[in-house]
Each structure stands twice: as C-alpha cells, then as structure tokens.
C-alpha cells in the first residue's frame, strides 16, 4: 500500500518569511495530492490539491510542486502570517482497484508556528 | 451548505463500555469515510462508504469497530467493548469526487 512521509515534523518561521513542508510517496499509482491544515480543536481544511497531470499550483500565497519521477510533493506558503501557525498534512489517494474516490494515505503532519 | 458534522465533539468513556459516534456527511455526497488519529500520530483511515455500502474497511482495526450507514445518509461508528488503546481524535469526511471535506472530529478517551 501506499507510504507518505512528510518534513519537518515542526517548522518555526518569523512572520514574513516562507515556509516549505515536504512530502513523498511510495506508490506510482498516486494520482491526487492534496494539503489540509488543521488549527487546534477543528477538523483538517483542504487549502490546496494537485492531481499527477500538473507539475504546479499557486492559490495566493501557497504553492504546491509535485515531481512525478521522484515522487514528492510540496507545499510553499510565503509571506507567513501568525494565523498560518497550524498541522498541516499533506497526502496522497490510493488508486488501488481503479476507483477515483478511495482512501487517503496521511503523512505525519508537520507543526508550523509563525511568531509575530 | 453545511459542513460535515460529527458528534460528540468529546466523548470519556471507562475501558470496557460502548460509545457510537455518528457523522453527517455533506448533503448530497455518496462517499463517507471514517479516520482515527491516535496520540499525534498521522491520520489513518479505517473505512469508506459509497452510498450505504461498504467499499473499503481495510482499515478497521478489530471486530470491536462496527460502523453502519443504514439509507446512505449519516453513519456511525461503534466501538464496544472500547479498550484503552482506543483513544484518539476519529475523524469523518466526505466527498462527491476526489477532494474530501472533514468534519471537526470526536476526541475519545478511554479511561
């Protein structure tokens, strides 16, 4: 099945700088990648997703780049701001047995804090 | 539009006892899935419903899970008898193609 590892596990940035979480998968089959942020007491956000026919995608100040070859992905958050402090998780779906909508596979999640 | 909702937001239950969470996917969408995240760790998922069906429970970690979605609308998810090991933040969300929406999760706590 499918593997995701995801770096830095925390991340701490002055407000201002750029951000860069990384992740990669196990599984070529993988087609859709998308990024959730989870802020403390709710439930993760999808804020930005790339399928395996696109190299890139920008949405205001975040990024996402995937390499197909090398299999990873990553998300680039610039000008960061003190509400950008979150677990951000990225992921991957498992297309295994044809279907479009199976499961996600879940990196570990990265802690970013972005100090004023 | 509503989101996904979940309740309890928070469940404590003694080590041995039942708990039954339930979801409310969006409105209109045929897939609901079940995700545990247990101590920090990553999220992983347990199952996927399409409609009323169950498509994926690969995930289900022992026959003391049983998750049910009776007429394909909302779903639940029991856990008797809960053991220790249990606890964790079980998360639903649902989609109607590739980008699934979550709900904000149940915090259960085995004692």
């Known amino acids: 099945g499918e593997n995701v590892e995801q770096h830095p596990s925390t991340l701490s940035v002055q407000e201002g700088d750029s951000a860069v979480i990384k992740c990669t998968y196990s599984?070529?089959?993988?087609?859709?990648f998308p990024w959730y942020k989870q802020e403390l007491g709710k439930g993760p956000q999808l804020i930005i997703d790339i399928r395996s026919n696109v190299g890139e995608k920008k949405d205001q100040r975040i990024a996402v780049t995937l390499n197909k070859t090398a299999k990873h992905f990553s998300l680039h958050i610039t000008e960061t701001q003190p509400e950008d402090s979150a677990v951000y998780f990225c992921a991957a779906k498992d297309n295994a047995g044809g279907t479009s909508y199976g499961k996600l596979t879940f990196g570990q999640g990265t802690i970013l804090t972005v100090h004023p | 539009e509503a989101g996904v909702t979940q309740f309890p937001s928070h469940s404590v239950i003694e080590k041995g006892q039942t708990v039954t969470l339930r979801c409310d996917p969006i409105s209109g969408h045929d897939n609901l899935y079940w995700y545990r995240r247990v101590m920090g760790k990553e999220i992983k998922f347990l199952l996927h419903?399409?409609?009323?069906?169950?498509?994926?429970e690969s995930g289900m970690p022992n026959n003391r899970f049983l998750a049910e979605r009776t007429g394909g609308t909302y779903s639940t998810l029991k856990v008797q008898p809960a053991e220790l090991e249990d606890s964790g933040v079980y998360f639903c969300a649902s989609s109607q193609a590739s980008r699934a929406f979550f709900g904000q999760g149940t915090r259960l706590t085995v004692v």
């Open positions: 599984d070529s089959a993988s087609n859709y």
């Open positions: 419903f399409v409609k009323e069906s169950k498509q994926d």
